[in-house]
C-alpha cells in the first residue's frame, strides 16, 4: 500500500490532505465543543431544553450546504482552487474569533451564527476538496487519493469530536475552545499555503447568487451522465445511512448495551476505524485504477452487517447497567456488536471511495465542481430526511435495533435499484471478483490501451470468461464480438448482454446477423468506443492458435482506428476451457487462486492489420504459456 501513502510526501497532495484535515478536525471540535455545553450547561445559556438545542445546532451547521453550495460550486471551476482554499482558511480564522467573542459574551446567539459560518466554512471548502483531486493527481492514483482524503477525513472527525468533548468538560473556560480552534485555523492556513496552483477550468463563467435556479442547474449538469448522477445517489444515500447509525450512538449505548459515556466514543471509534481502513484497502483492492466492482461488494456488506447488528443487539438491558466500558467489554454481545461495526465502516469505505473517484474521473472539467457541489446539495438533503424518517419510526415506538435492521432492508432495495439501472457497476463486480477468487490475474502492458478514443482490440480465444478477464482488467468499457452460440450460453448471457456485447455469426449461419454486427462495430469506433475481437472465430479446444479470420481488416478498412494486440496467459486447462472436454464440466479442475495474465502490445496502424500479422504478433505475446 506504499503508492497511495508516498502521496503523503508530495507537493502536489501533502499540503492540501493537511489543510482538509484540520479543516474537518476543527468543524467538528468547535461543534462537539458546543452541543456538550449546551447538553450539560443548558440552563446558563437559554431556557430552551437540551434536545432542542442539540438538533438546532446539527440544523445550523448543515443550512448553508442547501442554501451556498450552488455558488460554492461556480467559485470553484471560475478562480484557481489553491487560491480559494487559502481564502477558506483565512475565513475560518476570523470565524474562530467570532467564536471566542461569542464565548466571552456568553451569547448563545452569536455562537450559533459562528456555527453558521463553519457550516459556510464546509459549504465553500466541499466542491474544493474533490474537484482539485483530478487536477493535481494521475488517474492511477485517484482511488488513493480520495482514500486517504476518506479514512483523514472520519479520522479528523473521531478526534475533533473527542478533544470538543473534552475541552468542554475539562477547560476552566469555554473560550480555550475559541483559542484551539484559531490555532488549528492558523495551521490550516499554513498549509494551504503549500497547494500547488490549480487553474480554473471556467474563468470566463458569471457566478448566479439564485441558489434555487444555480442548484437546479447544476444537478442538471450531473444528470447529463447517467453513471454520474446515480454515483451521487449512492453516496448521498451512504452519508443517509451511515449518518443515521452515527446519530443513535449515544441512545443505542446508554439504552441497548447498557453502557456509560464512554461506551459511545468506543462505538464512534470503532466504526471510524473501520471507514478508515476500509477506504484504505480500496487502492490495493482496485490495483490503483477506479475499481466501481467495489460498490457492490460494499453495498452488499453494509446489507449484512447492518441486519447482524440488528439481531446482535441484546434484547434486555445488562445486569448494573450503565456499565463502566471495562464490563461492557466483558460481556460477548458487545464484541459481536462492534465486530458489526467495524464491518459497516470497512465495507463502507469500500462503497464510498470509488463513487468519489468515478465522478472526479467522469464529469466534465469545466464543471467538475458545480457536479460536486450538486452531491453536497443532495448529501445533505438526504441526511436531513434520514434523519427525519428515524425520528418518525423512533417515536412511533419502533426500537433503534430494529431501526438498523430496516436500514439495512431499504439499503438493499436501494443497492438493487441502482445496478438495475447501471449494470456496469455490478459486471464490474462480477468481473473483479472472479480475477480475485477465481484467478490472480497479472497485467502488463495495459498503458498500451488509450485512455480515450476508438481502438480495436484483439486477442487470443481460450475461454468462456475471456471477455470478462480483459473487462476486468481494462479501465475502459468494452464492447466485445462474439460467437452468437459463445453469447447465448446460459448464465453468462446475463453478462455478455449488459456488456453490450455485440453477437455475430457466420455467413452460413445467418448472414444478416453477420452484417448487423459490422455494422454495429462501424458505430460503435465511431463513438470512439473500445471494440474487442477474437480472431479465431471460436475457442480453441487444442491450446493453440486457430487461423485468423479477416475480420479485422474489414473493420478497419471501414474505421481506420489502431488495433491494439493482445494475449491471454494461463486459462488453458481452467473450469472455462475445452481442455480435456466440454468447458464448466469438472469444477475446480486447477483449484482456487490459479495464476493468469493478460498482456498488451503496441498499437498497430490499420494498413498492418492483416490476419498473418496479428496472429504473429498475439502468438509472441503470449508465448509457451497458454
Same mark, same amino acid.
Given at each position: 500500500?506504499?503508492?497511495?501513502?508516498? +502521496?503523503?510526501?508530495?507537493?502536489?497532495?501533502?499540503?492540501?490532505?493537511?489543510?482538509?484535515?484540520?479543516?474537518?478536525?476543527?468543524?467538528?471540535?468547535?461543534?462537539?465543543?458546543? /452541543?456538550?455545553?449546551?447538553?450539560?450547561?443548558?440552563?446558563?445559556?437559554?431556557?430552551?431544553?437540551?434536545?432542542?438545542?442539540?438538533?438546532?445546532?446539527?440544523?445550523?451547521?448543515?443550512?448553508?450546504?442547501?442554501?451556498?453550495?450552488?455558488?460554492?460550486?461556480?467559485?470553484?471551476?471560475? $478562480?484557481?482552487?489553491?487560491?480559494?482554499? %487559502?481564502?477558506?482558511?483565512?475565513?475560518?480564522?476570523?470565524?474562530?474569533?467570532?467564536?471566542?467573542?461569542?464565548?466571552?459574551?456568553?451569547?448563545?446567539?452569536?455562537?450559533?451564527?459562528?456555527?453558521?459560518?463553519?457550516?459556510?466554512?464546509?459549504?465553500?471548502?466541499?466542491? #474544493?476538496?474533490?474537484?482539485?483531486?483530478?487536477?493535481?493527481?494521475?488517474?492511477?492514483?485517484?482511488?488513493?487519493?480520495?482514500?486517504?482524503?476518506?479514512?483523514?477525513?472520519?479520522?479528523?472527525?473521531?478526534?475533533?469530536?473527542?478533544?470538543?468533548? @473534552?475541552?468542554?468538560?475539562?477547560?476552566?473556560?469555554?473560550?480555550?475552545?475559541?483559542?484551539?480552534?484559531? !490555532?488549528?485555523?492558523?495551521?490550516?492556513?499554513?498549509?494551504?499555503?503549500?497547494?500547488?496552483?490549480?487553474?480554473?477550468?471556467?474563468?470566463?463563467?458569471?457566478?448566479?447568487?439564485?441558489?434555487?435556479?444555480?442548484?437546479?442547474?447544476?444537478?442538471?449538469?450531473?444528470?447529463?451522465?447517467?453513471?454520474?448522477?446515480?454515483?451521487?445517489?449512492?453516496?448521498?444515500?451512504?452519508?443517509?445511512?451511515?449518518? +443515521?447509525?452515527?446519530?443513535?450512538?449515544?441512545?443505542?449505548?446508554?439504552? #441497548?448495551?447498557?453502557?456509560?459515556?464512554?461506551?459511545?466514543?468506543?462505538?464512534?471509534?470503532?466504526?471510524?476505524?473501520?471507514?478508515?481502513?476500509?477506504?484504505?484497502?480500496?487502492?490495493?483492492?482496485?490495483?490503483?485504477?477506479?475499481?466501481?466492482?467495489?460498490?457492490?461488494?460494499?453495498?452488499?456488506?453494509?446489507?449484512?452487517?447492518?441486519?447482524?447488528?440488528?439481531?446482535?443487539?441484546?434484547?434486555?438491558?445488562?445486569?448494573?447497567?450503565?456499565?463502566?466500558?471495562?464490563? +461492557?467489554?466483558? @460481556?460477548?454481545?458487545?464484541?459481536? #456488536?462492534?465486530?458489526?461495526?467495524?464491518?459497516?465502516?470497512?465495507?463502507?469505505?469500500?462503497?464510498?471511495?470509488?463513487?468519489?473517484?468515478?465522478?472526479?474521473?467522469?464529469?466534465?472539467?469545466?464543471?467538475?465542481?458545480?457536479?460536486?457541489?450538486?452531491?453536497?446539495?443532495?448529501?445533505?438533503?438526504?441526511?436531513?430526511?434520514?434523519?427525519?424518517?428515524?425520528?418518525?419510526?423512533?417515536?412511533?415506538?419502533?426500537? /433503534?435495533?430494529?431501526?438498523?435492521? /430496516?436500514?439495512?432492508?431499504?439499503?438493499?432495495?436501494?443497492?438493487? $435499484?441502482?445496478?438495475?439501472?447501471?449494470?456496469?457497476?455490478?459486471?464490474?463486480?462480477?468481473?473483479?471478483?472472479?480475477?480475485?477468487?477465481?484467478?490472480?490475474?497479472?497485467?502488463?502492458?495495459?498503458?498500451?490501451?488509450?485512455?480515450?478514443?476508438?481502438?480495436?482490440?484483439?486477442?487470443?480465444?481460450?475461454?468462456?470468461?475471456?471477455?470478462?478477464?480483459?473487462?476486468?482488467?481494462?479501465?475502459?468499457?468494452?464492447?466485445?464480438?462474439?460467437? $452468437? =452460440?459463445? $453469447? %447465448?450460453?446460459?448464465?453468462?448471457?446475463?453478462?455478455? =448482454?449488459?456488456?453490450?456485447?455485440?453477437?455475430?455469426?457466420?455467413?452460413?449461419?445467418?448472414?444478416?446477423?453477420?452484417?448487423?454486427?459490422?455494422?454495429?462495430?462501424?458505430?460503435?469506433?465511431?463513438?470512439?468506443?473500445?471494440?474487442?475481437?477474437?480472431?479465431?472465430?471460436?475457442?480453441?479446444?487444442?491450446?493453440?492458435?486457430?487461423?485468423?479470420?479477416?475480420?479485422?481488416?474489414?473493420? !478497419?478498412?471501414?474505421?481506420?482506428?489502431?488495433?491494439?494486440?493482445?494475449?491471454?496467459?494461463?486459462?488453458?486447462?481452467?473450469?472455462?476451457?475445452?481442455?480435456?472436454?466440454?468447458?464448466?464440466?469438472?469444477?475446480?479442475? =486447477?483449484?482456487?487462486?490459479? %495464476?493468469?495474465?493478460?498482456?498488451?502490445?503496441?498499437?498497430?496502424?490499420?494498413?498492418?492489420?492483416?490476419?498473418?500479422?496479428?496472429?504473429?504478433?498475439?502468438?509472441?505475446?503470449?508465448?509457451?504459456?497458454?
Amino acid at each position: 500500500m506504499s503508492s497511495q501513502f508516498g +502521496l503523503l510526501s508530495t507537493r502536489r497532495f501533502a499540503p492540501f490532505f493537511g489543510t482538509q484535515f484540520l479543516g474537518a478536525f476543527n468543524d467538528n471540535l468547535f461543534k462537539n465543543a458546543l /452541543i456538550v455545553l449546551l447538553t450539560f450547561q443548558a440552563a446558563s445559556w437559554t431556557t430552551l431544553t437540551p434536545e432542542v438545542l442539540t438538533n438546532l445546532a446539527a440544523g445550523i451547521f448543515i443550512l448553508p450546504f442547501f442554501l451556498f453550495s450552488a455558488t460554492a460550486g461556480q467559485l470553484a471551476d471560475k $478562480y484557481d482552487k489553491a487560491k480559494l482554499a %487559502r481564502l477558506v482558511k483565512l475565513l475560518e480564522i476570523v470565524i474562530m474569533g467570532v467564536a471566542w467573542l461569542g464565548f466571552s459574551m456568553h451569547s448563545l446567539e452569536v455562537l450559533l451564527a459562528a456555527l453558521f459560518l463553519l457550516g459556510l466554512h464546509s459549504t465553500l471548502f466541499g466542491p #474544493v476538496k474533490y474537484a482539485i483531486l483530478p487536477q493535481q493527481l494521475r488517474e492511477n492514483e485517484l482511488v488513493g487519493g480520495n482514500a486517504l482524503v476518506e479514512a483523514g477525513t472520519f479520522v479528523a472527525i473521531l478526534i475533533g469530536t473527542l478533544a470538543g468533548g @473534552l475541552l468542554a468538560g475539562a477547560a476552566g473556560h469555554p473560550s480555550w475552545v475559541a483559542y484551539a480552534g484559531l !490555532v488549528i485555523a492558523a495551521l490550516g492556513y499554513l498549509c494551504s499555503r503549500g497547494i500547488p496552483a490549480a487553474p480554473a477550468p471556467v474563468p470566463g463563467l458569471v457566478v448566479s447568487l439564485n441558489p434555487l435556479s444555480e442548484t437546479w442547474r447544476n444537478i442538471g449538469f450531473a444528470r447529463e451522465n447517467r453513471t454520474v448522477f446515480l454515483s451521487i445517489l449512492g453516496i448521498s444515500w451512504f452519508w443517509l445511512y451511515g449518518a +443515521l447509525f452515527l446519530a443513535q450512538f449515544p441512545a443505542y449505548a446508554k439504552n #441497548v448495551l447498557g453502557g456509560s459515556e464512554t461506551s459511545v466514543t468506543l462505538l464512534l471509534a470503532v466504526f471510524t476505524i473501520g471507514i478508515g481502513l476500509g477506504s484504505l484497502l480500496c487502492e490495493r483492492l482496485s490495483a490503483g485504477h477506479v475499481e466501481i466492482g467495489l460498490v457492490p461488494f460494499g453495498s452488499i456488506g453494509l446489507t449484512l452487517f447492518g441486519i447482524d447488528l440488528a439481531f446482535a443487539s441484546p434484547a434486555l438491558l445488562p445486569a448494573g447497567a450503565p456499565l463502566p466500558l471495562a464490563g +461492557l467489554l466483558a @460481556l460477548h454481545a458487545t464484541w459481536r #456488536v462492534l465486530f458489526d461495526l467495524f464491518a459497516l465502516g470497512l465495507f463502507g469505505g469500500f462503497f464510498i471511495v470509488p463513487l468519489y473517484a468515478l465522478i472526479q474521473l467522469r464529469s466534465a472539467p469545466e464543471q467538475r465542481a458545480r457536479i460536486i457541489a450538486a452531491n453536497n446539495i443532495l448529501n445533505a438533503l438526504f441526511m436531513v430526511c434520514g434523519s427525519l424518517a428515524a425520528a418518525g419510526m423512533l417515536g412511533n415506538g419502533i426500537s /433503534i435495533p430494529v431501526l438498523f435492521g /430496516i436500514a439495512a432492508l431499504c439499503n438493499a432495495v436501494v443497492a438493487i $435499484y441502482i445496478y438495475s439501472l447501471v449494470p456496469e457497476f455490478m459486471l464490474r463486480f462480477i468481473a473483479w471478483l472472479l480475477v480475485h477468487s477465481v484467478y490472480r490475474l497479472q497485467q502488463k502492458g495495459l498503458t498500451n490501451i488509450p485512455e480515450e478514443g476508438a481502438a480495436v482490440l484483439v486477442c487470443n480465444h481460450v475461454s468462456f470468461v475471456d471477455p470478462i478477464v480483459i473487462a476486468a482488467a481494462s479501465r475502459r468499457p468494452i464492447r466485445f464480438v462474439m460467437d $452468437y =452460440r459463445i $453469447y %447465448r450460453t446460459p448464465l453468462i448471457n446475463f453478462v455478455f =448482454r449488459h456488456m453490450h456485447a455485440i453477437p455475430i455469426a457466420p455467413a452460413r449461419d445467418d448472414a444478416a446477423m453477420m452484417e448487423a454486427a459490422f455494422e454495429a462495430v462501424a458505430s460503435a469506433l465511431e463513438a470512439g468506443e473500445l471494440v474487442a475481437i477474437f480472431p479465431e472465430g471460436k475457442i480453441t479446444d487444442t491450446g493453440e492458435l486457430y487461423p485468423f479470420r479477416p475480420g479485422v481488416q474489414r473493420i !478497419v478498412g471501414r474505421t481506420p482506428v489502431p488495433v491494439i494486440p493482445m494475449a491471454l496467459q494461463g486459462l488453458w486447462g481452467s473450469f472455462f476451457s475445452r481442455k480435456d472436454g466440454p468447458a464448466m464440466s469438472k469444477p475446480l479442475r =486447477r483449484g482456487m487462486f490459479s %495464476r493468469i495474465a493478460l498482456v498488451v502490445g503496441t498499437a498497430i496502424v490499420p494498413a498492418a492489420a492483416t490476419p498473418e500479422h496479428l496472429q504473429e504478433v498475439v502468438a509472441g505475446l503470449r508465448g509457451e504459456w497458454k
